[in-house]
């Protein structure tokens, strides 16, 4: 299965959330920063554990950290709205419509929730229009065009219907034809409509065929690349790679990054970033002495992804404190500069290198 924008293997309709300060894909929530002495005492079961080192060193630098909790959380259209699963943005609350969609080699995974009396029964009939959806005559529910106005003012309207599906709840969900929903609005998936705005909403009409309800939701069109990532740089860390990168020039606004390990000679994925939205990551759970190719992809908002810059690096495995430390990436200096945290920090890792080698 292929690794998504997020780094993840997932089904449409979910994604995985980043911690504050990257874009949200639905809501997010994440632990906050734990002192060092609390996780080492929360840790320390773990450490006395038969279980292998790997895994124990692995548990003691997390807690350490404090890293935020990444979430798996699902994604719903709110009442009246129609939404991307895969490139929905909800702090600006607008979905977006990327190369391979409107080429037609994806699908644009549209969900909607219509508020009406009755959703056990009807059709659902899906438009996409190059103008604001409006409300209909004698009522506040507000529809998308159904059909080209070449004659309305100020702007010609351009609309059609892409799709229709047949009512099972309020919430329902369809892969739609992005070279439909292109076509439809007329929009070509070249650099001159990029950033071009559209609206895509699913019309509810009950068995008389009758329309009586509705959800609407404004798309993006956003087919162009970000720059590929340059300088990659992959520094050896014990079962680990220390990761950097610059970023490039021209292109698409990078909204995030993905980086990925894969040993030399395979095309099996060995680790993920996830999304990164810094110049640097560190992936671990790596094999010591295996030489790794490491990839790093930037990614529009809409999900389009750039070339890759790649570099090759091999972990190496550390039975002295100090480098070992150092490898996983410590900065504490030692002595007076060393905070209660960095000493705590330091603590763990003499721990684990003591296990280490008693086992031998």
Known sequence: MPIWQDGAVRRPGFAILAPAGARAHGRARATGRTEGETAVARLAPALHNPADMTRRRALLLLGLAGLPAVVLAAISAGAGQVLETT???????VSYVNAAQCAGTEPVHLEWNVQAGSTTTGT???YASNQQPTAATGTTTVFCAEQDVPNATPTPVVANQVDSATVSSAVQDKDVSGATIASAVQYG??????????WICSHLFNDSGTRIAAATGKFLFQVTAPPAPVGVRASAGDSALQVNWTAGTDGATVDHYVVTATPVGSTTVAASSGRITGTSTRLRGLVNGTEYTVSVVAFSKGG????AGTATGTPVQVEDFWSWYK?????EQGGCASGSGGLAALAGVAALLVLRRRRK
């Open 189 to 198: 998936c070249d650099a001159a409509n990029e950033g071009k705005a559209l």
């Open 304 to 307: 389009n992804p750039s070339a």
């Open 327 to 331: 490898l996983q990436g410590g900065t």
């Open 87 to 93: 490139n929905f943005d909800a702090v600006n609350a």
């Open 124 to 126: 659902y009939k899906i």
